[in-house]
Each structure stands twice: as structure tokens, then as C-alpha cells.
């Protein structure tokens, strides 16, 4: 039963299957990547082996090249939980203010901002900052990228967002193919959905970002 156990283990390690996913090549929903994302494998390889690691959104590549092509210099970016995309998100926005609930995470991303005169973070729970922020700043851009909390999921602070003024023109949910947050979908039924796919770095394993876009 052990020997078992550990070829099943192993196995796994290997088809990178877990309790979401069939295989690292299926996303969550259990669809099969595309050729073209297989192509990523090596470069990430490569980083992983070098610790070359890329200092952009951890979400999947072809939604950050995306989103470099359609955000604006005159855009006003909310992300929920903060990191290396913080910076990111300062170079190619008037001001970004991240949310992030870790403390010392929170310290660690607002020292990397240094030089970003247009970025903060401010630390504490999502659920507590969440609507005063939005209200405040009234983001063009709202990143939705956070770990859920009690009494705010990633479809709830959607749904916070298209019910508290004017909606944002943009909204970027990363894991959207998880089955908790399918109800995104029908909360943005009306606004354009871009689903991007593709593998990131630790663990390898498809995943897909939707950039939601408002219809006027």
C-alpha cells in the first residue's frame, strides 16, 4: 500500500494533477491548453533555473500582454493584494493603490515603490478597505486578484463594484476558470470577456485570467 501510495504521488507530481486540476495542462474547468501556451513552458523553465524570475503580474502571460497594450497613462488602478504587479501597474498608470491584508508583505511591495510617487498600499483586510477605496478613488481599472476573505470573495468585491457609482471601464479577475468565481461571469454578462490561458511558475499549471470590459 505504500509503494502504491508513492507511485500515486509521484504520478501526480509529475502530470501536476491536483484537486482542481485533471493535468498542468488542463485549466480548472478541464479544458486542454492551446499549442501556443506550451511554447511558454521553456522560457519559464529557464527562470526557474536561473531565478530570473519576471517582475510583472503573476497571472496568465497573455493577459499582461494584454493589459500593456490597453491600459491607459490617464488610468486610475484599484488591485486587490499586492506584489510585483504594483510596480507594474505604476509604469503604465496615473496612480495605483493596492490593498494587501499581510503586514510585512504589505511594508515589503510599499518599500519596492520607492520611486513610484503614483503608487501606495495600504494594509489591512480587503473586506474592511475595499469600499472606501473604491468610493475615494473611483478606479477606471480594478484588479481582482486577492485571497478571498469571509466576507469578500473575489465575485463579491465584482459585484461591489458594478452596484457602488460608476462601474470601472476595466476589471481583471486572475483564476477565473475556479468554479467559485463562475458567478463573475453572469454579474458581468453584459461587458466584453477576453479569456487569456496560459502557464505561470510555481506550480506549472494552466490557469486563465478575463479582462472584462464595460459596454457602454
Not at 495600504?122 to 480594478?142: C, H, K, M, N
Not at 506549472?204 to 459596454?215: A, H, I, Q
Request: glycine share 4%.
Amino acid at each position: 500500500m505504500a509503494l502504491s501510495e508513492t507511485l500515486r504521488d509521484a504520478a501526480a507530481k509529475v502530470t501536476g494533477r491536483d484537486v482542481e486540476h485533471v493535468s498542468r495542462f488542463h485549466s480548472r474547468r478541464g479544458e486542454v491548453c492551446h499549442a501556443r501556451d506550451l511554447l511558454e513552458i521553456p522560457v519559464l523553465a529557464w527562470q526557474r533555473l536561473t531565478r530570473t524570475a519576471r517582475r510583472s503580474p503573476w497571472m496568465a502571460p497573455a493577459a499582461v500582454r494584454g493589459l500593456n497594450r490597453i491600459l491607459r497613462p490617464e488610468d486610475v488602478l484599484l488591485e486587490l493584494g499586492s506584489g510585483a504587479s504594483t510596480r507594474w501597474f505604476a509604469h503604465r498608470v496615473r496612480r495605483v493603490v493596492s490593498l494587501e491584508p499581510n503586514p510585512e508583505w504589505a511594508e515589503r511591495v510599499q518599500f519596492e515603490l520607492r520611486d513610484c510617487a503614483n503608487a501606495e498600499v495600504r494594509s489591512g483586510t480587503i473586506e474592511d478597505l475595499f469600499v472606501a477605496t473604491f468610493l475615494e478613488i473611483r478606479p477606471t481599472v480594478l484588479i481582482v486578484d486577492h485571497s478571498d476573505e469571509p466576507r469578500l470573495s473575489r465575485t463579491d468585491a465584482i459585484r461591489l463594484a458594478v452596484r457602488n457609482g460608476v462601474p470601472p471601464r476595466l476589471i481583471v479577475l486572475d483564476d477565473s476558470d475556479r468554479m467559485d468565481y463562475c458567478l463573475a461571469g453572469k454579474i458581468l454578462g453584459a461587458w466584453s470577456a477576453n479569456r487569456f490561458t496560459g502557464f505561470r511558475d510555481k506550480p506549472m499549471r494552466l490557469t486563465e485570467t478575463t479582462v472584462f470590459t464595460r459596454v457602454s
